[in-house]
């Protein structure tokens, strides 16, 4: 129960910065579900906000949740994006796309003019890399930008990278993302130099996207078991 309780204080802390009137990103995962609702009942109480939704999961939640949504494409600026992440090192670079909705998260953290990472404790790591990094990438030809994913992460100094295709629950069909992509899981261990990875992967043909976010967040909330521990960059 604690890493519920941790995530149900950073989501609370995480509504300090939204105010009336704003466009709002609104992020995917578990923690970011706890925003939704709690972000919900403010509107219920007249708080007026419009969110750009990350995935269709995150739009079932905010439609559920009473959170009025925006079309992406209608959307002149978006002030906060509020979201979760995989994993948080000590200079606010992230791992994300767990829940397979990298891409879209990094278009609308990109276009906000904040972005609020909301974690429990065991996000926390001195070095990225524990948790399997994702990479979306595009059907077609996906075996050879596996391949050289694979390289472009021991270029970038990942000693023993393990690149694998996710699948759905059932252990056999690829999972497919919201954009129709596949993604690879690239277990690292550590990886030393993240942005010289960014750099490596950005050049691969056929890769859409990758799961590090680098420059992205300027606030990050810690939720503990008594209360929440905001940073900011």
Same mark, same amino acid.
């Given at each position: ?126 070095? @990225?890399?524990?948790? #399997?990094?994702? $990479? &979306?990438?595009?059907? %077609? ?7 050289? !994913?694979? *390289?472009?992460?021991?270029?970038a100094g ?35 130099d993240a ?5 490596? @992967?950005?050049?691969? #043909?056929?890769? $859409? &996207?990758?799961?590090? %976010? ?7 909330? !810690?939720? *503990? ?9």
């Open positions: 129960m604690s890493a519920e309780r941790q995530k149900a204080h950073a989501a609370a802390a995480a509504l300090e910065y939204v105010e009336h009137g704003m466009t709002l990103g609104l992020g995917s995962g578990s923690t970011a579900e706890i925003f939704l609702r709690l972000l919900g009942e403010r509107v219920k109480e007249g708080l007026d906000v419009k969110g750009v939704p990350t995935s269709q999961r995150t739009a079932e939640v905010a439609h559920e949740a009473g959170v009025p949504l925006i079309e992406v494409d209608h959307v002149d600026q978006i002030a906060v994006t509020v979201d979760g992440a995989d994993e948080v090192d000590g200079r606010f670079q992230l791992i994300k796309g767990g829940g397979a909705c990298l891409l879209r998260e990094k278009i609308i953290a990109n276009a906000s003019d904040l972005m609020v990472v909301m974690v429990d404790e065991s996000k926390l790591v001195d070095t @990225l890399g524990r948790f #399997p990094l994702p $990479v &979306e990438v595009d059907r %077609f030809g996906f075996s050879i930008t596996a391949r050289q !994913v694979y *390289e472009a992460l021991k270029r990942v000693k023993s990278p393990d690149v694998q295709l996710r699948r759905k629950g059932d252990g056999l069909d690829p999972l497919i993302t919201d954009g129709g992509h596949y993604i690879l899981d690239c277990a690292c261990g550590a990886i030393p942005r010289l990875a960014d750099q490596h @992967l950005k050049a691969i #043909p056929g890769l $859409v &996207e990758h799961g590090l %976010f680098i420059g992205l967040a300027r606030v990050v909330i !810690v939720g *503990e078991d008594m209360e929440a521990r905001v940073m900011e960059l």
